[in-house]
């Protein structure tokens, strides 16, 4: 059964990075029918997409944040990452990492974790 | 702001039916396939429906899905006191290049 679990620091300093990671376990993260995203919710707020990446490394990006973000995935440890740089206080929300199919929908996600944006 | 339109809010006696609309363009849902998540207070969105009106595994027929030009509609029958949750439609913009949300509908069991 296909699991995601988010994992890095729930506080970070405003203009410094957001580093996050998802391990992917249940399954290989090297196929070629599906893509390996972000998306964030800030509390009681709705959802919003950051980016997705394929196996290979191909990457897209929401296009406000694509100047701050890099999603990249290592397939020798069935992970992807999420690093969004510069970061403020519009930037603290639950993070989840989903995996999502050609059609975009995405089918698993992680449970979330919630990073706080804070000096 | 999202590009997708949704209801705040629906509600409706148990074992009822409740509806909710998702209105966008042409960029997104008109030539885009739709799905719909299900968010429980306090966990991760689930996917309820893909690709406009199929249903993952596991997911009871009392969900249903549909699409109509711009617009996709959630449906759920038997309303259950456990569907209280917020409700979000979603696709890929061809405009924006972005997978956009809803706005997120909230479901009250009366």
């Known amino acids: 059964q296909l699991q995601l679990q988010e994992s890095g620091p729930g506080l970070v300093k405003p203009s410094e990075t957001l580093s996050l990671t998802c391990t992917v376990s249940g399954d290989s993260i090297s196929t070629n029918n599906y893509f390996w995203g972000w998306v964030r919710q800030p509390p009681g707020k709705g959802l919003e997409w950051i980016g997705s990446a394929d196996y290979s490394g191909n990457t897209w990006y929401k296009p406000s944040l694509k100047s701050r973000v890099t999603i990249s995935v290592d397939t020798s440890k069935n992970q992807f990452s999420l690093k969004l740089s510069s970061v403020t206080a519009a930037d603290t929300a639950f993070y989840y990492c989903?995996?999502?199919?050609?059609?975009?929908?995405?089918?698993?996600w992680g449970q979330g974790t919630l990073v706080t944006v804070s000096s | 702001q999202s590009v997708l339109t949704q209801p705040p809010s629906v509600s409706a006696a148990p074992g009822q039916k409740v509806t909710m609309s998702c209105s966008g363009s042409?960029?997104?849902?008109?030539?885009?396939?739709a799905s719909w998540y299900r968010q429980l207070p306090g966990t991760a969105p689930k996917l309820l429906i893909y690709e406009n009106n199929k249903r993952p595994s596991g997911i009871p027929d009392r969900f249903s899905g549909s699409k109509s030009g711009t617009s996709a509609t959630l449906g759920i029958t038997g309303l259950q006191t456990g569907d209280e949750a917020d409700y979000y439609c979603a696709t890929w913009d061809s405009s924006l290049s972005a997978h956009v949300f809803g706005t997120g509908t909230k479901v009250t069991v009366l």
């Open positions: 989903a995996r999502h199919a050609i059609s975009g929908s995405h089918d698993c």
């Open positions: 042409s960029s997104n849902i008109e030539n885009n396939y």
